[in-house]
């Protein structure tokens, strides 16, 4: 029950059903914003463009991490390798940062290249970039507000000098020898990769993969869908690959610097034995023995570089991320924007809050004045 007066901290009194009733005496006003909000709400809701939302589900299947190397020990320690320094300088690409990942702009635009066909441009074959920026999809309401928001951009953008680039930002394309590490992407790229952004979800709990995709139409929601995730997949599959590649070729040429090495104390001893048969000597034999040990040795390192060569091939194909999927992505039945009673209802209650606010500030300001 709320009392009618209450006392403020100055001791004065508050009657709170005499400010109630005040505000109903501008009941006009308050009636008139409430349709302003109404009629905003339904130019909102009726000239958002509808968007279609495709869902699925992936389980990323991972194997324990277990050390690659194998049990290399001592023995590659003769050959001056670290393998352990090697290893400790990876990271794993886990699916706490898929969503980073998703929403990267490498990664979206690619996503941005792929071409669809629209049966709302009458069955034309486009790429997700032209159709944004062509289409620019949003109500009424936005469209006006983004207008006016530009007019002082645009005035400015008048009077501001180009800024000089080389002829091949220019046109958009850089040289053959030139490589590059950065992004030179336009503005109609970045419109579309920021439509994307909007549009394109990915949640994960635990090794559960939950990729949401908002599209214009119902089957261009489930392509775009699938075309993600598989994109996502192929990025996850070559990011663990590359990184046993990396492995691979390293143990590799280990493994043929110590074939090197072996092959040439091979050479050695067998020439002494050769040069040396019927000669009873200490100092030869020494030497022999000498040759032996460095025989055995090499043999030895490049025995067990062989052994961890094939185990490091077998790793490779066990590293290799397994993706299950729960469930594929579904043309959706209706679409799941706009939600035109929810926006209705939103509209019609800030429309009468806004009247109240502004009753209860006429109200105030007459009480001062």
């Given amino acids: 029950m709320i009392p009618e007066k209450a006392e403020n901290m100055n001791g004065e009194s508050i009657d709170f059903a005499g400010l109630i009733r005040s505000v109903f005496e501008f009941k006009?006003?308050?009636l008139i914003a409430g349709a302003v909000g109404l009629f905003l709400g339904v130019l909102i809701a009726f000239t958002t463009p509808k968007e279609y939302q495709s869902t699925s589900f992936v389980l990323l299947e991972s194997e324990s991490g277990s050390s690659q190397m194998g049990q290399f020990g001592a023995l590659a320690?003769?050959?001056?390798i670290n393998m352990a320094q090697f290893q400790n300088g990876q990271m794993a690409l886990t699916p706490e940062i898929f969503p980073d990942v998703i929403q990267s702009r490498?990664?979206?635009g690619e996503i941005?290249?792929?071409?669809?066909t629209f049966v709302t441009r009458e069955n034309q074959t486009i790429t997700l970039e032209d159709y944004y920026y062509e289409e620019r999809p949003s109500n009424v309401v936005k469209k006006i507000l983004n207008f006016i928001l530009s007019i002082p951009t645009t005035i400015f953008s008048w009077f501001e000098a180009p800024v000089p680039m080389s002829d091949s930002i220019a046109n958009g394309r850089e040289t053959d020898t030139e490589k590059p590490n950065y992004l030179n992407l336009t503005g109609k790229e970045m419109f579309a990769i920021g439509e994307l952004?909007?549009?394109?979800?990915i949640e994960q709990k635990n090794n559960m993969i939950r990729l949401n995709v908002m599209m214009p139409e119902p089957l261009i929601a489930a392509q775009v869908n699938s075309r993600v995730l598989e994109n996502l997949i192929a990025y996850v599959t070559q990011y663990k690959l590359s990184k046993q590649k990396v492995s691979l070729e390293f143990i590799e040429e280990r493994v043929a610097e110590t074939e090197k090495k072996f092959s040439e104390a091979q050479m050695k001893?067998?020439?002494f034995r050769d040069a040396n048969?019927?000669?009873?000597s200490q100092r030869l034999r020494t030497r022999e023995e000498q040759l032996?040990?460095?025989f055995n040795i090499a043999f030895n390192v490049y025995n067990s570089l062989s052994q961890e060569y094939e185990q490091a091939s077998i790793q490779l194909k066990k590293e290799t991320p397994i993706f299950t999927m729960l469930e594929r992505a579904a043309i959706p039945l209706g679409p799941a924007k706009p939600n035109k009673p929810l926006i209705l209802i939103l509209s019609l209650f800030l429309g009468l809050f806004m009247g109240i606010m502004l009753s209860v500030y006429r109200i105030l300001v007459q009480k001062i004045y």
Avoid: C, M, S, Y
Avoid at 77 to 80: E, N, T
Avoid at 112 to 116: I, P, W
Avoid at 197 to 201: D, L, P
């Fill in 28 to 30: 006009r006003t308050i």
């Fill in 77 to 80: 320690g003769l050959a001056g």
């Fill in 106 to 108: 490498d990664f979206l």
């Fill in 112 to 116: 941005a290249k792929e071409g669809f």
């Fill in 197 to 201: 952004k909007k549009r394109i979800e």
């Fill in 269 to 271: 001893l067998a020439a």
């Fill in 277 to 280: 048969q019927g000669i009873v």
């Fill in 292 to 294: 032996q040990f460095e």
